[in-house]
């Protein structure tokens, strides 16, 4: 359709660029962006760095702003070593999810390389993370990088305050559990103390309409109640401290009996970034997906238009089928699926469902087949979808065909992998949820709660790892993790397995058992 | 239309102190990596940078981590050739579990990186005991000074050369004749008397036309021709010159025969070490020789020096006139900053020792800018020859040396952090030299 649109002057010419080409080239593929596919974005700050610089970035975990801590220099000193040795290139961009969002360019990059990297990251991870739903809830664009900047000064106080090894000392422990310091669910809002009241007299009012005076002769169980009061206490004393509780750091930085104040505040910080980057883990393929099609998308129309030459072109298609390359299992590159090509391939599916729907896909998506709205659908899943629930929803039978996706069953003490589903009739769904289950994060942390505490006896602090698929812990991290939550809890902690399914107790670890 | 900012000219060493922290955290480790490369290196690449690896150990970031070896999993993976379902797979050999074993993550562990010379020489100065002030100046790279050399046309304004500037512009205004404030002065006074003047002389207004044509003519030269031209500005011009050195040969002299373990060697190693970080500061090329003896002495390279062993008595003059030799061979005093460092566990043959005594004396000390001689010893023995001066035939003989030669110096070392005094002269007389 755009074939037919005037053709406009080239953008740029040759590899060299200059800050005002970089900004015609983002007006004009915003502009193509917004009527192309309707994006709605944060404004956007471009900030040009130069590799070592990139590499800075890489260590403290892409954040602009970042408290300091060994484990980022050891990062730091293993990213560098890989650069160096040709064995890993530098990502060409790194984007922030803040407002304005931050998008940092590589001053290495040729002018195609920025028009690309602009395209992808400036607007497709921008409006993915202006839209989602995930980062609505869970993350606060604006305030980031202000707690950044504040976490920063107060660790560096700290440190100052308390010698560099007692801060180490919580750092390391924190981030130790930074898996387990997230709230993965929604916390009911707090009752406002006026309805607290409400429900109580509710209660009361119901006590006295039920009472009847005849359950008084009753006569009660002679040992039984003596267990009901012990259970009872328990209950109760769950129900004090919000018990069961999945996230270690909050409840050891509300709870614990030993730690100082500044201590405290540490877990919190390692706790706000752990849930900040919550999200951004549970929609990996979406937000790359997103952003691929998006750059596709505008390159091609770009093109079309006559506004990009086309040596440029063929340096973007270059280094477009360079980042959407997945080889097979068995090929000696293979690494895994890679996001960025499982992403861009359900969207590309999506829009082919919608406008050349075939038969299959009719069945498969009645509400999406021919429905020729692609851009609604697309924009309705960025927003509202995370990996697991995209890849359960969109993942269509003719993409598992192209991709001759199969299901390796693997149990650990069996001596081959039995091959459970392929792409058949009978495979699809099964190939499909155990995708969409990969991507679960629900599924994929190791699943431990504490369970239960006894404050005014042995302060005797129990966690409870729900194993699911018989799948353990590895001993010896393990053991140095709980020596942490030792050292942060500072009195006995025990770990305790539970099979999910049947209930019965696996195994059972004691810091006391681990030398500290 | 976006902000755009450019963060190419921010600091880059951003994760410096997170460098330093990864580094103090796994510094007992990093010792020992230092040491035994310094220990099995050569002695001239002890101040490189030196890449090291680091066992996954001590580094690691321990959390809950599923166990590989447990549990039933479902994986799906692209790219299926033959399989149909029902097919069973044979699992990839326990230790080559790449491939097909999904979920792989990059491991860290054992990974090598460089340290900076700067890093390299504060571990291995660790257990030396240098003062501050010595640890500074071995540190420091050559130093360049800067020196006049002449004039240029082009520098910074805080370099211009008046005098020479204001000769130049001298020079000029004489040769394109630039009018002089006091021509000037003297038409305007004639020009004031003439109008005051109340005669009439008939050429008077011819006379003052011409004189305001003149003065007309002086001032737009003198406009025209500046007063300092950009062409007359002198520069001083500073080239940066390397501190003036020479050369120097430093000579390690070690007994080799059987009574010299791996610890005696390992000290001797350290001792020389320290001694070329010093000389290869002060002289832009260092020469090394080792001589190695039993009851006879060769030169040898320094690998078989270190590492081969030899057996036979203990002769050392035999080791002094075989370093005679080569100065007078290869090394003419003249030319040469001639260093000797003598290592020993002090064993030597009774008589030899007065022979090694004259030797010193008349031939070697004098061609030599210092000699240090170190007795390597046991950590028991320590205990008591500390403080005495009795000791080994050689020991006394040499004490008598330092008697008459302030630049010959001696210890006994029982560990490394006594090495270090033997050259407390040498680093001492350091700032004294620079004075002068």
Known sequence: MSRHAPAGPLLFSGSDWNFQTLSHAYDVIEAVAKEELGLDIYPVQMEVISSEQMLDAYSSIGMPLMYRHWSFGKHFLHQELLYRKGGRGLAYELVINSDPCIVYLMEENTMALQALVTAHAALGHNHFFKNNYLFRQWTDADTILGYLDFAKGFIARCEERHGLAAVEAILDAAHALMEQGVFRYRRPPKLSSGRQRDELRERLDYEERSYNDLWRTLPRPADGSKADEIEQAVAERKKALNLPEENLLYFLEKNSLILEPWQREILRIVRVIAQYFYPQRQTQVMNEGCATFVHYTVMNALFDRGRIGEGAMLEILRNHSNVVFQPGFDDPRYSGINPYALGLDMMLDIRRIATEPTAEDRDWFPDMAGAGDWRGILLDAWANHRDESFIRQYLSPALIRKWRMFLLSDTANERSYGVASIHNERGYERIRSGLARRYDIGASPVDIQVVDVDLLGQRHLRLQHKVNDGILLEGGSCDATLRHIQMLWGYEVSLEGVDARSGATLYERSSRDVAC | ?436
């Not at chain 2, 950009?230 to 500073?238: E, H, K, L, S, T």
């Not at chain 2, 008589?351 to 004098?366: F, G, Q, T, V």
């Not at chain 2, 023995?381 to 008459?404: C, H, M, P």
Request: proline share 5%; hydrophobic share 35%.
């Open chain 2, 1 to 436: 239309m976006p902000i755009f900012i450019d963060r190419r000219l921010n600091p880059k060493d951003k994760s410096l102190g997170n460098r330093q922290r990864f580094l103090r955290r796994v510094r007992a480790e990093l010792k020992r990596a230092i040491q035994e490369q310094i220990r099995s290196g050569r002695i001239a690449d002890a101040d490189r940078e030196h890449a090291v690896s680091l066992p996954a150990s001590g580094t690691s970031e321990p959390h809950f981590r599923e166990a590989k070896d447990s549990g039933r999993r479902e994986h799906v993976l692209p790219g299926n050739r033959h399989f149909i379902a029902g097919d069973r797979v044979p699992k990839p050999g326990e230790a080559a579990g790449t491939g097909t074993s999904p979920g792989m993550e990059d491991s860290e562990d054992d990974f090598r990186f460089v340290l900076s010379r700067e890093e390299v020489l504060d571990l291995f100065f660790e257990d030396l005991e240098l003062p501050d002030m010595v640890k500074l100046t071995l540190k420091e790279i050559l130093a360049y000074k800067p020196r006049r050399a002449g004039y240029s046309v082009s520098g910074s304004p805080t370099n211009i050369s008046v005098a020479r500037t204001m000769r130049n512009s001298h020079g000029r205004r004489i040769a394109l004749g630039r009018p002089k404030r006091e021509e000037i002065e003297a038409i305007l006074r004639e020009l004031a008397r003439l109008e005051a003047d109340e005669g009439k002389a008939p050429d008077k207004a011819l006379r003052i036309g011409a004189l305001r044509a003149e003065l007309d003519r002086l001032e737009r030269r003198r406009r025209i021709i500046a007063f300092v031209d950009p062409v007359d500005i002198r520069f001083n011009r500073f080239e940066t010159l390397p501190q003036p050195n020479a050369n120097a040969v430093m000579f390690c002299l070690m007994d080799v025969s059987g009574s010299m373990g791996e610890r005696e060697k390992d000290l001797a190693k350290r001792f020389f070490v320290l001694l070329h970080l010093f000389l290869k500061r002060r002289y832009e090329r260092t020469d090394l020789v080792f001589i190695r003896h039993t009851h006879t002495a060769q030169e040898v390279d320094e690998e078989t020096f270190f590492h081969s062993p030899q057996s036979g008595g203990t002769v050392v003059s035999t080791a002094l006139e075989e370093m005679k030799r080569i100065v007078a061979r290869r090394y003419p005093s003249r030319e040469w900053n001639i260093y000797a460092a003598q290592a020993s566990d002090g064993d030597n043959l009774a008589a030899d020792s007065e022979h090694c005594l004259k030797l010193l004396r008349s031939d070697i000390m004098p061609l030599c800018q210092y000699f240090a001689y170190v007795e390597i010893i046991d950590e028991r023995e320590s205990e008591i020859f500390g403080a005495t001066d009795n000791g080994t035939s050689l020991w006394r003989a040499y004490r008598e040396v330092k008697q008459s030669w302030p630049n010959f110096d001696m210890t006994r070392i029982a560990k490394a952090a006594d090495i270090y005094p033997v050259f407390r002269q040498l680093f001492a007389r350091q700032p004294a030299q620079r004075r002068g």
